[in-house]
Protein backbone atom coordinates (compact mmCIF):
# COMPACT_ATOMS: atom_id res chain seq x y z
CA UNK A 1 0.00 0.00 0.00
CA UNK A 2 1.68 3.42 -0.91
CA UNK A 3 2.16 5.53 1.97
CA UNK A 4 2.97 9.38 2.29
CA UNK A 5 3.11 11.11 5.79
CA UNK A 6 4.16 14.44 6.13
CA UNK A 7 5.26 15.86 9.28
CA UNK A 8 7.74 19.22 9.89
CA UNK A 9 4.48 21.63 10.69
CA UNK A 10 3.51 24.05 13.05
CA UNK A 11 3.53 27.42 13.84
CA UNK A 12 6.11 29.75 12.66
CA UNK A 13 6.78 33.89 13.04
CA UNK A 14 6.84 35.60 9.82
CA UNK A 15 10.26 35.99 8.70
CA UNK A 16 10.82 31.90 10.02
CA UNK A 17 11.99 29.03 8.45
CA UNK A 18 10.19 25.53 8.46
CA UNK A 19 11.40 22.02 7.24
CA UNK A 20 8.84 19.97 6.08
CA UNK A 21 9.25 16.14 5.64
CA UNK A 22 7.34 13.34 3.37
CA UNK A 23 8.25 9.74 4.52
CA UNK A 24 7.65 7.47 1.29
CA UNK A 25 6.40 3.58 1.52
CA UNK A 26 4.94 1.14 -0.29
CA UNK A 27 6.38 1.83 -3.46
CA UNK A 28 10.01 2.04 -5.06
CA UNK A 29 10.03 5.90 -4.05
CA UNK A 30 13.26 6.32 -6.42
CA UNK A 31 11.51 5.38 -9.46
CA UNK A 32 8.98 8.55 -8.99
CA UNK A 33 9.06 11.81 -8.90
CA UNK A 34 7.64 13.63 -5.97
CA UNK A 35 5.69 17.08 -5.36
CA UNK A 36 4.61 19.49 -2.36
CA UNK A 37 1.26 20.89 -3.11
CA UNK A 38 -0.28 23.39 -0.83
CA UNK A 39 -3.78 24.18 0.14
CA UNK A 40 -4.19 27.84 2.46
CA UNK A 41 -7.31 27.94 4.21
CA UNK A 42 -10.38 28.23 2.22
CA UNK A 43 -8.48 28.00 -0.66
CA UNK A 44 -7.84 25.82 -3.39
CA UNK A 45 -4.73 23.34 -3.72
CA UNK A 46 -1.67 24.89 -4.75
CA UNK A 47 0.95 23.43 -6.51
CA UNK A 48 4.64 24.33 -5.04
CA UNK A 49 7.10 22.11 -6.13
CA UNK A 50 8.19 19.14 -7.74
CA UNK A 51 11.40 17.32 -8.10
CA UNK A 52 12.37 14.48 -10.48
CA UNK A 53 13.12 10.89 -9.52
CA UNK A 54 17.20 11.30 -9.25
CA UNK A 55 16.74 14.94 -8.03
CA UNK A 56 18.29 16.46 -10.93
CA UNK A 57 15.41 18.41 -12.14
CA UNK A 58 12.91 20.51 -9.67
CA UNK A 59 10.81 23.23 -10.10
CA UNK A 60 9.16 25.81 -8.14
CA UNK A 61 5.91 28.11 -8.42
CA UNK A 62 7.23 31.53 -8.43
CA UNK A 63 5.43 32.23 -5.13
CA UNK A 64 7.90 30.46 -2.93
CA UNK A 65 10.89 31.03 -6.03
CA UNK A 66 14.11 31.81 -3.88
CA UNK A 67 12.53 30.71 -0.77
CA UNK A 68 11.77 27.13 -0.79
CA UNK A 69 14.06 24.20 -1.66
CA UNK A 70 13.10 20.89 -2.16
CA UNK A 71 15.42 18.14 -2.03
CA UNK A 72 15.06 14.14 -1.55
CA UNK A 73 16.86 11.64 0.41
CA UNK A 74 16.33 8.47 -1.89
CA UNK A 75 18.04 6.04 0.24
CA UNK A 76 15.93 7.03 3.08
CA UNK A 77 12.61 7.49 0.78
CA UNK A 78 11.96 10.63 2.03
CA UNK A 79 10.87 14.31 0.56
CA UNK A 80 11.97 17.35 1.83
CA UNK A 81 10.94 21.25 2.02
CA UNK A 82 13.13 23.88 3.62
CA UNK A 83 11.08 26.84 3.66
CA UNK A 84 12.29 30.00 4.37
CA UNK A 85 11.17 33.48 4.78
CA UNK A 86 7.80 32.56 5.47
CA UNK A 87 5.47 34.71 5.09
CA UNK A 88 1.70 35.13 6.36
CA UNK A 89 0.65 33.94 2.86
CA UNK A 90 2.45 31.11 2.90
CA UNK A 91 -0.22 29.95 5.75
CA UNK A 92 -1.75 25.93 5.05
CA UNK A 93 -1.73 22.30 5.08
CA UNK A 94 1.40 20.99 2.99
CA UNK A 95 0.89 18.10 0.92
CA UNK A 96 2.98 15.41 -0.19
CA UNK A 97 2.23 14.05 -3.82
CA UNK A 98 3.59 11.27 -5.93
CA UNK A 99 3.63 12.02 -10.00
CA UNK A 100 3.69 12.82 -12.36
CA UNK A 101 2.21 9.38 -13.10
CA UNK A 102 0.69 9.95 -16.58
CA UNK A 103 1.13 13.74 -15.87
CA UNK A 104 -1.18 12.93 -12.81
CA UNK A 105 -0.45 13.77 -8.73
CA UNK A 106 -1.42 9.95 -7.97
CA UNK A 107 -1.15 9.54 -4.53
CA UNK A 108 -1.52 12.16 -1.45
CA UNK A 109 -0.49 12.38 2.22
CA UNK A 110 -2.61 13.60 4.84
CA UNK A 111 -0.66 16.89 4.65
CA UNK A 112 1.34 18.68 7.12
CA UNK A 113 -0.19 22.82 8.73
CA UNK A 114 2.36 25.72 8.63
CA UNK A 115 0.97 28.58 10.32
CA UNK A 116 3.06 31.54 9.81
CA UNK A 117 1.78 34.86 12.37
CA UNK A 118 3.26 36.76 14.75
CA UNK B 1 -0.33 31.09 -17.54
CA UNK B 2 -2.95 28.69 -18.26
CA UNK B 3 -6.67 29.21 -16.32
CA UNK B 4 -8.84 26.76 -15.30
CA UNK B 5 -12.10 27.69 -14.51
CA UNK B 6 -14.25 25.98 -11.94
CA UNK B 7 -17.94 27.42 -10.44
CA UNK B 8 -17.48 27.10 -6.70
CA UNK B 9 -20.74 25.32 -6.38
CA UNK B 10 -22.48 22.63 -7.48
CA UNK B 11 -25.68 21.00 -5.74
CA UNK B 12 -27.69 18.07 -6.41
CA UNK B 13 -30.29 15.73 -4.95
CA UNK B 14 -28.95 12.01 -4.19
CA UNK B 15 -30.05 10.06 -7.05
CA UNK B 16 -29.20 12.43 -9.62
CA UNK B 17 -26.85 13.51 -12.08
CA UNK B 18 -24.17 15.88 -11.20
CA UNK B 19 -22.09 18.01 -13.84
CA UNK B 20 -18.94 19.53 -12.82
CA UNK B 21 -17.53 21.71 -15.60
CA UNK B 22 -14.01 23.11 -15.84
CA UNK B 23 -12.96 25.32 -18.56
CA UNK B 24 -10.10 26.23 -19.99
CA UNK B 25 -8.79 27.64 -23.42
CA UNK B 26 -8.82 24.98 -25.80
CA UNK B 27 -8.63 22.45 -23.28
CA UNK B 28 -10.28 19.22 -25.28
CA UNK B 29 -5.96 19.43 -26.17
CA UNK B 30 -4.95 18.67 -22.94
CA UNK B 31 -5.36 15.48 -19.92
CA UNK B 32 -7.60 16.92 -17.70
CA UNK B 33 -7.18 15.43 -14.14
CA UNK B 34 -9.71 15.43 -11.39
CA UNK B 35 -9.36 15.17 -7.30
CA UNK B 36 -11.71 14.66 -4.56
CA UNK B 37 -10.99 16.64 -1.65
CA UNK B 38 -12.74 16.13 1.80
CA UNK B 39 -12.62 17.99 5.24
CA UNK B 40 -9.46 16.65 7.14
CA UNK B 41 -8.62 14.06 3.99
CA UNK B 42 -5.93 13.59 1.71
CA UNK B 43 -6.97 14.95 -1.91
CA UNK B 44 -7.86 11.85 -4.12
CA UNK B 45 -7.15 10.73 -7.82
CA UNK B 46 -10.76 9.85 -9.58
CA UNK B 47 -10.07 10.48 -12.86
CA UNK B 48 -6.98 11.17 -15.01
CA UNK B 49 -6.22 11.45 -18.85
CA UNK B 50 -10.06 13.24 -18.93
CA UNK B 51 -11.21 9.73 -18.79
CA UNK B 52 -9.72 6.77 -16.77
CA UNK B 53 -10.52 5.90 -13.65
CA UNK B 54 -7.72 4.19 -11.17
CA UNK B 55 -8.19 1.63 -9.05
CA UNK B 56 -11.12 1.31 -6.49
CA UNK B 57 -12.82 4.34 -8.12
CA UNK B 58 -16.35 4.16 -8.71
CA UNK B 59 -17.88 3.81 -12.57
CA UNK B 60 -20.51 6.11 -11.27
CA UNK B 61 -17.35 8.83 -12.25
CA UNK B 62 -16.55 9.79 -15.84
CA UNK B 63 -14.87 12.65 -17.90
CA UNK B 64 -15.25 13.92 -21.19
CA UNK B 65 -13.78 16.75 -23.15
CA UNK B 66 -14.96 19.14 -25.49
CA UNK B 67 -13.32 22.25 -26.80
CA UNK B 68 -13.14 24.95 -24.18
CA UNK B 69 -14.83 22.66 -21.47
CA UNK B 70 -13.43 19.49 -19.88
CA UNK B 71 -16.51 17.76 -17.60
CA UNK B 72 -16.43 15.43 -14.60
CA UNK B 73 -19.93 13.42 -14.22
CA UNK B 74 -20.58 11.48 -11.42
CA UNK B 75 -24.26 9.28 -11.52
CA UNK B 76 -26.70 8.31 -8.80
CA UNK B 77 -24.88 10.94 -6.59
CA UNK B 78 -24.69 9.40 -3.60
CA UNK B 79 -24.22 11.67 0.08
CA UNK B 80 -20.69 10.36 0.29
CA UNK B 81 -19.92 11.91 -2.97
CA UNK B 82 -20.14 15.31 -1.27
CA UNK B 83 -16.69 16.86 -1.58
CA UNK B 84 -14.53 19.65 -3.16
CA UNK B 85 -13.85 18.49 -6.72
CA UNK B 86 -10.45 19.73 -8.48
CA UNK B 87 -9.50 19.65 -12.34
CA UNK B 88 -5.91 19.59 -13.00
CA UNK B 89 -3.61 20.07 -16.20
CA UNK B 90 0.11 20.82 -16.94
CA UNK B 91 0.56 24.52 -18.41
CA UNK B 92 3.17 23.79 -21.29
CA UNK B 93 4.59 27.11 -21.77
CA UNK B 94 5.87 26.75 -17.67
CA UNK B 95 6.35 22.76 -17.37
CA UNK B 96 3.93 23.64 -14.39
CA UNK B 97 0.81 21.75 -12.99
CA UNK B 98 -2.16 24.06 -12.76
CA UNK B 99 -5.49 23.86 -10.42
CA UNK B 100 -8.96 24.98 -11.06
CA UNK B 101 -9.90 26.78 -8.06
CA UNK B 102 -12.50 23.85 -7.02
CA UNK B 103 -16.18 23.27 -6.92
CA UNK B 104 -18.09 22.15 -3.65
CA UNK B 105 -20.86 19.41 -4.34
CA UNK B 106 -23.63 19.58 -2.32
CA UNK B 107 -26.12 16.55 -1.80
CA UNK B 108 -28.99 17.98 -1.50
Known amino acids: EVQLVESGGGPVKPGGSLRLSCEAS????????MNWVRQAPGKGLEWVSS????????KYADSVKGRFTISRDNAKKSLFLQMNSLAAEDTGRYYC???????????WGQGTLVTVSS | SYVLTQPPSVSVAPGQTAKIPCGGDNIDMRSVHWYQKKPGQAPILVLY???DRPSGISERISGSNSENTATMTITRVEAGDEAVYYCQVWDVSTGHPVFGGGTKLTVL
Open chain 1, 26 to 33: GFPYSGYA
Open chain 1, 51 to 58: ISSSGSYI
Open chain 1, 97 to 107: ARGPVQSSFDY
Open chain 2, 49 to 51: DTI
